[in-house]
């Protein structure tokens, strides 16, 4: 437990893959991370870090052996802050998610869980064992900009994630044939937003965006490192995104701001 945690931060993405040296090929190419070997414990295996111009802003794993077998594609995981893991995913079981994995200290680290929300969205909570720093409002180029949940019934979904980080609604854009498109935050910027799957989304889930400088040359790197572009260019208010995917199946979204 960590008191000084504040909850429903973004505060960590991580790969899982299939192929490791692969995803580190790519997304270095695409994005210009780095990527830093980290240990807590010399016994055990490195975790490796990507690095965003020095800054540590999520990690790679193998994609576990069971997810393997059961067809599950590389994928992004998206990190919620809490003051107390166990709190929160009891919370969270107690109102229809599914707990995947944890809670489980990581030495040095913190406290982790991982769940199912009540329509099957993967997420993550992690009290940290040491102070972080906040959220910048202004995310750096490289870094998440936004958080989009795709899901069954976006009311029920806000109903369960409200209740459980404290996120607030933004405003609401009526996006036609797929209803209404919901913005989120903590009271400051808007995090993500929430709205109906459209039938080209098999199933409930979380899409990260990463914020590029330069939409076009990062799709044509997408491209040329075995990804695919899914949707897009797309105009949205104040910029541009596109929706991709890499060459193991994970799926991201580029956005790009005008200045």
Same mark, same amino acid.
């Given at each position: 437990?960590?008191?000084?945690?504040?909850?429903?931060?973004?505060?960590?993405?991580?790969?899982?893959?299939?192929?490791?040296?692969?995803?580190?090929?790519?997304?270095?190419?695409?994005?210009?991370?780095?990527?830093?070997?980290?240990?807590?414990?010399?016994?055990?295996?490195? *975790?490796? %870090?990507?690095?965003?111009?020095?800054?540590? @802003?999520? !990690?790679?794993?193998?994609? /576990?052996? $069971? +997810?393997?077998?059961?067809?599950?594609?590389?994928?992004?995981?998206?990190?919620?802050?809490?003051?107390?893991?166990?709190?929160?995913?009891?919370?969270?079981?107690?109102?229809?998610?599914?707990?995947?994995?944890?809670?489980?200290?990581?030495?040095?680290?913190?406290?982790?869980?991982?769940?199912?929300?009540?329509?099957?969205?993967?997420?993550?909570?992690?009290?940290?064992?040491?102070?972080?720093?906040?959220?910048?409002?202004?995310?750096?180029?490289?870094?998440?900009?936004?958080?989009?949940?795709?899901?069954?019934?976006?009311?029920?979904?806000?109903?369960?994630?409200?209740?459980?980080?404290?996120?607030?609604?933004?405003?609401? *854009?009526? %996006?036609?044939?797929?209803?209404?498109?919901? @913005?989120? !935050?903590?009271?400051?910027? /808007?995090? $993500? +937003?929430?709205?109906?799957?459209?039938?080209?989304?098999?199933?409930?889930?979380?899409?990260?965006?990463?914020?590029?400088?330069?939409?076009?040359?990062?799709?044509?790197?997408?491209?040329?490192?075995?990804?695919?572009?899914?949707?897009?260019?797309?105009?949205?208010?104040?910029?541009?995104?596109?929706?991709?995917?890499?060459?193991?199946?994970?799926?991201?979204?580029?956005?790009?701001?005008?200045?």
């Amino acid at each position: 437990m960590s008191p000084s945690t504040p909850l429903g931060d973004f505060v960590w993405y991580e790969l899982l893959a299939i192929d490791q040296a692969r995803a580190k090929s790519f997304y270095t190419a695409v994005l210009g991370w780095t990527t830093e070997d980290w240990q807590s414990d010399p016994a055990a295996d490195p *975790y490796t %870090m990507w690095m965003n111009r020095g800054t540590p @802003l999520g !990690g790679i794993m193998a994609l /576990p052996e $069971g +997810a393997k077998a059961a067809g599950a594609p590389s994928h992004w995981l998206a990190y919620v802050s809490t003051p107390d893991t166990n709190a929160t995913l009891g919370k969270a079981t107690g109102t229809g998610a599914k707990a995947l994995m944890g809670p489980m200290d990581v030495p040095t680290v913190g406290r982790i869980a991982v769940l199912a929300d009540p329509q099957g969205a993967v997420i993550a909570i992690y009290t940290p064992a040491n102070e972080r720093p906040a959220p910048p409002d202004e995310p750096p180029i490289g870094t998440v900009s936004w958080h989009e949940l795709a899901t069954d019934d976006w009311q029920k979904a806000w109903t369960f994630y409200s209740g459980l980080f404290g996120w607030k609604k933004g405003e609401a *854009y009526d %996006m036609g044939p797929i209803g209404t498109y919901q @913005l989120f !935050g903590k009271g400051g910027p /808007p995090l $993500g +937003a929430v709205y109906n799957r459209p039938p080209e989304v098999p199933v409930s889930n979380w899409l990260l965006y990463f914020l590029v400088a330069d939409l076009d040359a990062t799709l044509d790197k997408v491209r040329a490192n075995g990804g695919q572009v899914l949707y897009g260019p797309l105009d949205v208010p104040g910029g541009k995104v596109a929706t991709c995917m890499d060459p193991q199946g994970a799926a991201f979204a580029l956005h790009w701001k005008q200045a």
